[in-house]
């Protein structure tokens, strides 16, 4: 039984149960942003709201798109707000501010997941591996706390 991954003590076996990874790029994120901008736009949002800590980047990025104010307090929140995350993977994050806020808010996420409970309303991608974003690490990306 060798050594997978150099210093980490796991194990070839351990290393082959772990899903994939998908390597998103800033040349997707960008792509993506631009696309969700065009959808945005026919919406008329006076504001953004990044969902800490996935959707700061995407919300940073089409508040500039947009020119709109980013949002920084969830008192903030309205029904003219949208609010952004990287990826709805269970849909845990979005049932919660669904209830909040009920209909009254939209939420657009770059992935989602094959079957979350709440879908986002919008979204680019579907989840089908472990994405690692450009603006996390190695260590940020929480993958190794899926096995």
Request: aromatic share 10%.
């Amino acid at each position: 039984m060798g050594q997978a991954e150099f210093g980490t003590g796991k194990t070839e076996e351990h290393c082959m149960s772990k899903p994939d990874k998908e390597r998103y790029s800033w040349k997707q994120f960008e792509d993506d942003c631009e696309t969700l901008a065009v959808w945005a736009r026919g919406k008329k949002f006076k504001s953004i709201f990044g969902i800490p800590r996935g959707g700061l980047v995407l919300a940073v990025k089409l508040s500039h798109l947009l020119d709109i104010p980013l949002v920084l307090n969830r008192e903030d929140i309205t029904g003219h707000t949208l609010i952004v995350d990287d990826i709805a993977d269970s849909g845990g994050t979005l049932e919660r501010l669904k209830s909040t806020f009920g209909g009254h808010c939209a939420i657009a996420t770059i992935y989602k997941g094959e079957n979350p409970r709440v879908a986002p309303d919008f979204s680019l991608r579907v989840k089908r591996e472990w994405v690692v974003f450009p603006w996390e690490t190695e260590q940020t990306s929480r993958y190794d706390e899926t096995v």
